[in-house]
């Protein structure tokens, strides 16, 4: 299957459609005046789709199991066609589109299999999914017309000891964001400098900034100390996010002192120094991060 642990849990809702059509009005009356003789179609073939939306990864070998939390089976009668509409929601990493699909299917397989003894021309129709809402492709903010500033807070990596991985992917996340990169630095970890770059870059216009390293518990780490005496307004549930995603991954995450704030219209965002720590970190707030430009520009963004 394909792997969705970088994903996270969001309200996901799907709504797909089935078309049965019958060959005789006797037909509907059956159905209808509960006179098929093998049951009430109605209630069999809701039950069928209820079951099939939680039986669907059991199926589908790519699809991941998932907790359905809603399904809704909806039937409207129109001439000779029934439309079956099946609707389910969960609050998970990927969307249930494929579930909703597979219980309408079923709910008219099921309708087919009780009703062929009346009717020997019925047909399914047209199973196609109508809607579909949640997770990253619900978030139109964008990037375009952002710029940023990449900073990479480390001793060892400034020395030439190291080589900077973190910094580069944020870049990485940030152009695929169409963010546009004004400047990339590396400097060691000292307050004055750090708040100098800080500076440099709010005076300069830069809309983002965003530093790597400096946010754990070492007696050098000190972007924490070095950025919020600057800020004007910090945003704390940024902080949270990153946290959250990361102690869904490792306990460690709950030693990070990542922070995020805006500097005038500058927002500024300090996020761990390792490689799988800026990864996540950046998995875990964008695009939805890019909304606060909305917010700023007054929803002209």
Known sequence: MVNITHKNNTLRKAMAEAVLSVSSQE???????????????FEMS????????????????????????????QFEIRDLEIYITSEIHTIYKTGVEVEAMHSASVVALTMYDMLKPIDKNIEIRNIRLIEKKGGKSDLKDSGVGINASVIVCSDSIFAGKKEDKAGKAIISALEKNLVSIDDYIIIP??????????NFYVQNGISLVMITGGTGL????????????????????????????????????MLSRSIAGMIGETLVIALPGSTKGAEESMDAIFPGILHIYKIINGGKH
């Open 27 to 41: 037909t509907i009356d059956a159905i209808v005046n509960n006179s098929v003789p093998k049951g009430n179609v």
């Open 46 to 73: 809701k039950t069928a789709g209820l079951f099939a939306a939680k039986k669907t990864s059991d199926v589908i070998p790519d699809c991941h199991p998932i907790p359905i939390e809603y399904t809704s089976i």
């Open 189 to 198: 970890d000292e307050i004055v400098e750090i708040q100098s770059k800080i």
């Open 218 to 253: 070492s007696k050098r780490d000190v972007t924490p100390e070095a950025v919020r005496p600057l800020m004007d307004r910090e945003i704390p549930g940024v902080a949270e996010a990153i946290r959250n995603y990361g102690q869904l991954r490792t306990p460690y995450s």
